[in-house]
T-cell receptor
C-alpha cells in the first residue's frame, strides 16, 4: 500500500506568481484535505475534497483553490502569491463516507518559499 | 468554533525521564481527539486517537493519552523518554461528523537531553 505523496518537496516562487502543488492520496482513499503550516505554527485547514467535490473550506481567500481528480489525487493552486504564503503545505487523505471521521494520513509536505 | 490550546511551547526533559504534554480543547460536545508528531521538515505521524470508549488510549512508540471530559483535556504521556522522541507534538480535534477537518494546537517542541 502506497502512502500519501506530495510534489514537489520544495519550491521557490516570486510574489505575484501562481503555484500548483500536487498530492497523490493513499490507495483506496476518497478524501483529500489540504493544510497550511506556517513556521512555528500548527497546521491550518484550507479545504477538503470528497469524491471530486469541495467538502468544506477554512478561512482562506479565494485565490486558494483546488481540484480532485477521478483517481482521488488532488491539486492545490494559489494565485497572486504573497510573502505570507510561505509555509509547509500538507496533504492528508482518508477513506469514508462524507462527513465521517476516520484517521487521516499525511504526506511529507511541500515547502513553499515566496520571495 | 472549536479550538485547541497547548500551553507549553517548549519542553526539555532528560532521556529516561517521564513526559507529559498538555492539551486543552474548547468545544460544546466531545470531539474526536488526536496527537500527532512531526520531525523537522517532515509531515505528521499519528501517535494515537480517541473516538470513544476507554478514556486511556495507547498509541505507538510507547505513548499514551488520557481524555478527561471534566477538564476538557487530552494530555499525552510517556513513562521514559528516548532521545529519538525529540520532535514537535501537535494535539488536534475534529468536530464529530465534521469529516476529518482537523483543528490543531500550536504545538509543543520537545527537546531531550542526553
Amino acid at each position: 500500500e502506497t502512502g500519501v505523496t506530495q510534489s514537489p518537496t520544495h519550491l521557490i516562487k516570486t510574489r505575484g506568481q501562481q503555484v500548483t502543488l500536487r498530492c497523490s492520496s493513499q490507495s483506496g482513499h476518497n478524501t483529500v484535505s489540504w493544510y497550511q503550516q506556517a513556521l512555528g505554527q500548527g497546521p491550518q485547514f484550507i479545504f477538503q475534497y470528497y469524491r471530486e467535490e469541495e467538502n468544506g473550506r477554512g478561512n482562506f481567500p479565494p485565490r486558494f483553490s483546488g481540484l480532485q481528480f477521478p483517481n482521488y489525487s488532488s491539486e492545490l493552486n494559489v494565485n497572486a502569491l504573497e510573502l505570507d504564503d510561505s509555509a509547509l503545505y500538507l496533504c492528508a487523505s482518508s477513506q469514508g463516507r462524507k462527513g465521517t471521521d476516520t484517521e487521516a494520513f499525511f504526506g511529507q509536505g511541500t515547502r513553499l518559499t515566496v520571495v | 468554533a472549536q479550538s485547541v490550546t497547548q500551553p507549553d511551547i517548549h519542553i526539555t526533559v532528560s532521556e529516561g525521564a517521564s513526559l507529559e504534554l498538555r492539551c486543552n480543547y474548547s468545544y460544546g460536545a466531545t470531539p474526536y481527539l488526536f496527537w500527532y508528531v512531526q520531525s523537522p521538515g517532515q509531515g505528521l505521524q499519528l501517535l494515537l486517537k480517541y473516538f470513544s470508549g476507554d478514556t486511556l488510549v495507547q498509541g505507538i512508540k510507547g505513548f499514551e493519552a488520557e481524555f478527561k471530559r471534566s477538564q476538557s483535556s487530552f494530555n499525552l504521556r510517556k513513562p521514559s523518554v528516548h532521545w529519538s522522541d525529540a520532535a514537535e507534538y501537535f494535539c488536534a480535534v475534529v468536530v464529530t461528523g465534521g469529516g476529518n477537518k482537523l483543528t490543531f494546537g500550536t504545538g509543543t517542541q520537545l527537546k531531550v537531553e542526553l
